[in-house]
């Protein structure tokens, strides 16, 4: 998605220790256990493994200075999620769900998961990812085939901020596809949406931020 499917990352000496140094892509730097793979193989790993690879990610890896460190999670409540919350020193949690009800028990479960007393992550937000389709045809036309607002719904109901929607539009696909993120896509309400959706993001961490310095 990132148009970086042959780049590998580098090695840097970092004070005399070699150290990961990530690929980096429109301006964002990124390390995947995908680089360290053959590309269509599976990476067949149990908990302990894949959390000693995560864990070497941010250990042996030069970041340097960051504005945001993402960390995109498989979905569900299993062990790497464990595994990072007892690791790193997490800002919060983004949970990514689609409208229907089906995927909404698994955002649910997930939020529930961050506020339990023994992870205690705070959730940033909540996004609703293909809510609603709109032709390329008839741009004006929204279509909620996987039902409306129902992340929008949870947020409020379960009082977790919400983020923003994400439409299902073909022009998402084709970015991913090209490796050109659908943000360049200029005056789409598709690259519209992806702004927005950073400009909450960034203002609840700040609240968040705010309100642990009040709190210490």
């Known amino acids: 998605m990132f148009d970086v499917v042959d780049q590998r ?7 005399g220790q070699p150290m990961m140094n990530p690929v980096v892509s429109y301006g964002i730097k990124i390390l995947s256990i995908g680089f360290f793979t053959e590309q269509d193989n599976a990476v067949v790993w149990r908990g302990p493994m894949a959390a000693k ?3 070497q990610l941010f250990t042996d890896a030069y970041w340097g200075k960051l504005d945001y460190l993402l960390i995109d999670l498989p979905p569900g409540t299993g062990d790497i999620h464990l595994s990072l919350v007892q690791t790193v020193p ?6 990514v769900s689609t409208p229907q009800e089906v995927a909404l028990a ?3 479960k ?7 007393d023994t992870i205690n992550v705070p959730v940033i937000g909540l996004i609703e990812n293909m809510a609603w ?4 045809e008839l741009p004006d036309n929204k279509y909620y085939i996987f ?3 129902g992340a929008l719904n949870l947020a409020h109901g379960m009082g977790v901020p919400f983020l923003g929607h994400i439409p299902l539009v073909q022009g998402v696909r084709e970015a991913g596809d090209a490796g050109r993120p659908a943000v360049f896509q ?7 949406a992806f702004e927005e959706i950073v400009a909450t993001f960034v203002e609840q961490v700040e609240l968040l931020k705010a309100k642990t310095q009040h709190v210490h």
């Not at 997490?90 to 949970?95: E, H, K, S, W």
């Not at 997930?110 to 339990?116: L, Q, S």
């Open 110 to 116: 997930g939020i529930n998961m961050f506020k339990m």
């Open 9 to 15: 990352p580098t090695m840097i000496d970092v004070d």
């Open 133 to 136: 389709f709109t032709p390329e």
């Open 106 to 108: 698994d955002a649910r």
């Open 186 to 192: 200029e005056n789409t309400p598709t690259a519209k």
């Open 147 to 149: 039902g409306r607002d």
């Open 53 to 55: 690879a995560m864990t």
């Open 90 to 95: 997490l800002d919060g949690a983004v949970i």
